[in-house]
């Protein structure tokens, strides 16, 4: 139980709201689990909102005991998101829009059936299929040996099951849903990091929102890092598609990105043998340190935008997938304290953060479901206003070699 305290008093501390209901659907500490769960508007009689929240326990396959909770929102989102894959998002619709896309991997995959030291440290790939999933928090990047250790693609935290989650319905309009998780990264002589992460959504609305709270329960310093890896197919990702974000520079992630400079706010459609191109941003942010993201589509009438905050996320990755819909047509917008260099890369360039024992750090960010060229347009009219008389700095040259 006192875990449980702690969780809501943690999430308290980050603005909860003054009236709520809350129910506890996983608890590790005392063996907590509800498995199939509901609640919805209907049953707390909310006559001027319609909405749901559901759990369910998949089976079969590698999916067999991964949990995806979804919350639905008449006239609104359906966000869907996995407690046993580090509180991923999995995707979200609405409006006629999706953000998401369609991977090879079609099941929900427990983390038991993964080993991320396979394939030389590529194994995170075998359950990778989400629309957001948390790349950290000790560390992240492309793998590589150092240390006397493997440091696997995108580190740990995306294949961690959840071992607090609570659901939290607001009692008063516009009966805000709180989905919160405890991901912990403990290993003895090594870490413990632990993030409260945190789902905020009102009904009918088409943005929702992410409130992370990172701690280091340690009494020794750590290192983090943290690349909050967004992803995005069909139907905003098409031929003539746009990447639009206000921007001081940008550069290639190696020399094969190179060749994609002179086009790289524009997307192709399916290409068979389009290896995926990376590039490195330096955001532009507003005097309150805000800055957005986004792909449209090319009609301008569909899209997806991220919010983030430049003192808490300082870099930004695009990484442009456009192969075929079958190997996964997709692009990432990618905010993040690291760009996806091996952490070796990270650390020789400054950009590994380090929390003290004791301290904590929060990451804010807003998902926003684009779906009108209004909405398309006052994105641009903002992005616009951020770049200011500001000139795009261009280097053609990688900041870093592997």
């Known amino acids: 139980m006192k875990k449980i305290v702690t969780l809501t008093t943690l999430a308290l501390l980050i603005s909860a709201p003054a009236m709520a209901k809350t129910w506890v659907l996983t608890g590790a500490e005392n063996g907590t689990e509800l498995g199939n769960w509901r609640i919805g508007s209907d049953k707390l009689n909310i006559k001027d909102s319609h909405f749901s929240i559901e759990q369910k326990v998949l089976h079969g396959g590698k999916q067999e005991g991964s949990k995806?909770?979804?919350?639905?929102?008449?006239?609104?989102?359906?966000?869907?998101?996995?407690?046993?894959?580090?509180?991923?998002?999995?995707?979200?619709?609405?409006?006629?829009?999706?953000?998401?896309?369609?991977?090879?991997?079609k099941e929900v995959v427990n983390p038991a059936f993964i080993n991320l030291e396979s394939r030389n440290g590529l194994g995170w790939l075998e359950g990778f299929n989400e629309m957001m999933v948390r790349c950290g928090y000790e560390w992240t990047g492309h793998p590589v040996t150092a240390d006397g250790q493997i440091y696997t693609l995108h580190g740990k935290a995306?294949?961690?099951?959840?071992?607090?989650?609570?659901?939290?319905?607001?009692?008063?309009?516009?009966?805000?849903?709180?989905?919160?998780?405890?991901?912990?990264?403990?290993t003895f002589k090594k870490a413990d990091l632990q993030t409260l992460t945190?789902?905020?959504?009102?009904?009918?609305?088409?943005?929702?929102?992410?409130?992370?709270?990172?701690?280091?329960?340690?009494?020794?310093?750590?290192?983090?890092?943290?690349?909050?890896?967004?992803?995005?197919?069909?139907?905003?990702?098409?031929?003539?598609?746009?990447?639009?974000?206000?921007?001081?520079?940008?550069?290639?992630?190696?020399?094969?990105?190179?060749?994609?400079?002179?086009?790289?706010q524009t997307y192709l459609g399916p290409t068979k043998g389009f290896d995926e191109m990376v590039f490195n941003i330096k955001?532009?942010?507003?005097?309150?340190?805000?800055?957005?993201?986004?792909?449209?589509?090319?009609?301008?009438?569909?899209?997806?935008s991220i919010q983030f905050d430049t003192r808490q996320l300082p870099v930004l990755t695009l990484w442009k997938n456009t192969d075929t819909e079958k190997q996964g047509y997709v692009t990432g917008i990618e905010p993040g304290t690291s760009y996806a260099y091996p952490v070796t890369i990270e650390r020789e360039q400054k950009r590994v953060k380090q929390l003290q024992p004791g301290e904590s750090t929060q990451f804010d960010l807003t998902y926003t479901l684009l779906h009108n060229s209004?909405?398309?347009?006052?994105?641009?009219?903002?992005?616009?206003?951020?770049?200011?008389?500001?000139?795009?700095?261009?280097?053609?040259?990688?900041?870093a070699k592997e």
């Open 374 to 399: 209004n909405q398309v347009s006052e994105l641009e009219k903002t992005i616009k206003d951020i770049q200011g008389s500001t000139t795009l700095k261009t280097d053609e040259t990688p900041i």
């Open 68 to 105: 995806v909770l979804v919350i639905s929102s008449k006239d609104g989102l359906t966000i869907a998101l996995s407690p046993t894959r580090g509180m991923n998002l999995l995707h979200v619709e609405g409006f006629g829009v999706r953000m998401g896309w369609d991977s090879p991997v």
């Open 158 to 186: 995306g294949n961690t099951p959840a071992s607090q989650v609570e659901v939290e319905v607001s009692d008063t309009a516009p009966y805000e849903i709180r989905v919160r998780g405890l991901v912990k990264e403990s």
């Open 198 to 264: 945190e789902l905020r959504y009102v009904p009918g609305s088409n943005s929702f929102s992410l409130h992370d709270v990172l701690t280091n329960h340690a009494d020794y310093p750590h290192d983090y890092q943290i690349i909050y890896h967004s992803n995005f197919g069909k139907p905003i990702l098409e031929e003539g598609a746009r990447f639009l974000a206000p921007m001081e520079s940008i550069s290639p992630f190696n020399d094969y990105a190179k060749g994609g400079l002179k086009d790289w």
């Open 283 to 304: 955001p532009l942010a507003d005097a309150s340190h805000h800055t957005v993201a986004a792909v449209v589509n090319k009609a301008g009438d569909k899209g997806a």
